[in-house]
């Protein structure tokens, strides 16, 4: 004999055969219809960040405000007629500071002249027979070298053949003649060592 169900019983069984019974899952959504990858974005994240191309020598030393070492062969006394125009052209209200900054004013203005000018003034000097000069080495701007070159250039193809020392030799005595002649004539005695740099 069967046993008969209770009323919950016979709930419960009606409740779980319900094809209305509603599904609490979001549905899932068949494979072919998902969103396809952003191609460029994972392109973009796999791909290795190259580092930044080094900058050349040549590069660097363009850069504004780049300085280069300079070596002058100077005499003793073409040496300190220099500081001594340097010093009188600081007295008489120049903006040259340092040393090294006049000797780059001297070469920028005598590499203005043109070859003619230059060779006009230009004292020739031949070799000594005894070697009483020293190199000179001056930090000087980039940009003033490069117009010393450019000058020494011209000069050549004009027929005057100069090396770097005689054509800086040149340029100091220009330099020192006018800070002579902007000092009514003289020119103080420079001390064996110069400050660094001079302030007013």
């Known amino acids: 004999m069967a046993t008969r169900r209770s009323l919950r019983d016979r709930n419960r069984a009606a409740i779980a055969h319900d094809p209305g019974a509603t599904n609490t899952d979001p549905p899932t959504p068949p494979r072919d219809s998902l969103p396809a990858a952003d191609e460029s974005k994972l ?24 300085t280069v070492r300079l070596g002058i062969y100077l005499t003793p006394d073409e040496f300190n007629q220099a500081k001594a125009g340097y010093l009188a052209d600081w007295t008489n209200g120049g903006q040259a500071d340092s040393f090294a900054r006049w000797i780059a004013a001297a070469i920028s203005a005598y ?13 020739p000097k031949g070799r000594a027979q005894e070697r009483t ?13 490069e117009r010393m070159r450019a000058a020494i250039t011209a000069d050549r193809q004009a027929g005057r053949w100069p090396s ?17 002649s902007r000092n ?3 020119l103080p005695t420079p001390p064996p060592r110069l400050p660094n740099r001079l302030v007013r």
Request: net charge neutral; with cysteine; proline share 7%.
């Open 43 to 66: 392109a973009t994240a796999g791909a290795r960040k190259e580092p930044p191309a080094a900058k050349s020598p040549a590069t660097r030393a363009a850069a504004a405000g780049e």
């Open 184 to 186: 009514g004539g003289t």
């Open 133 to 145: 000069g020293a190199a000179r080495s001056f930090s000087i701007p980039t940009a003033t070298v």
């Open 111 to 123: 590499a203005a002249k043109t070859p003619e000018q230059r060779a006009e003034h230009a004292t």
């Open 164 to 180: 770097d020392s005689a054509w800086c030799g040149e340029a100091l005595q220009e330099a020192v003649a006018a800070a002579l």
